[in-house]
């Protein structure tokens, strides 16, 4: 058996996953994540708003974020080793800070949003760039963006995520010019939703180290799994379009 054949069925089970209809558990999650965001004061909000926009402006516009250069191979077996071992380097980091800014109190903990989705932009340009992927490429960020989306995301925003990202190749072609069209409004509302119930416990006295370092650990196991399986898709329907072509030429000639 071959690793591509080995992971077929594990990425098959992902695919299925993302594209579920919402659960009883999921729509409710809803209603109770809206009363928990009134409670939530404005300052952190505000705070959590403004970092995840220009968080993406400068993903978009490619100021913020730069990586090594794409990774030459043709093996995809060599190129997840290699990603776990990122992954796994960025989950440890992530839990370190924040065990250090979970325990420094609430403005400590606070200010750590914004180097925690730092951390985690700069895992996905990691992951993109081990894939061959040239993320210099405003319409691979794009993608980047995605994946993110469909990691910190409600069931209902993850399905329709999803069926933007599949047969990317082809739907990328034809993308527009304007990269500031991205619904930045959406993607930020998603991230904060999803992210508040477990990070808020993270501003408790006494609790916030220990939150913050198995938060932080599982947020980037969740992130780097998200990413492997994005790209393995786009593998996949890459080699299967290639391969129909290869064989309709030979079919011609």
Partial sequence: MTYEEK?????NKWQRRMQKRPNFVDRTS???????????????HQVITATIKQMTRGVLTGAEFTTSAPLQTNSLEEIEIAVKKKIEFYKKAGAAEGGITGAGGFWLALAE?????????KLLFEIAA?????VDDYRERLFILHIFQ?????QKQRQKVFEQMTLWHVKSADLPQDIHQFDWKTFQQEYRDYIDLAKMAQLIPGIGAAVGLIVN????????????????????EEKYINNSYSKITLENN
């Fill in 217 to 236: 650990y599982r947020l980037l196991d969740k992130l780097g799994k998200t990413a492997m399986n994005a790209y393995r898709m786009r593998w996949f």
């Fill in 113 to 121: 949003f914004p180097i925690l989705i730092g951390i985690k932009m």
């Fill in 130 to 134: 081990l894939y061959g992927r040239p």
């Fill in 7 to 11: 992971i077929q069925p594990e990425l």
């Fill in 30 to 44: 809803k209603t109770f994540q809206d009363k928990i965001n009134n409670i939530i004061p404005d300052k952190v």
């Fill in 150 to 154: 469909l990691a910190f995301s409600s």
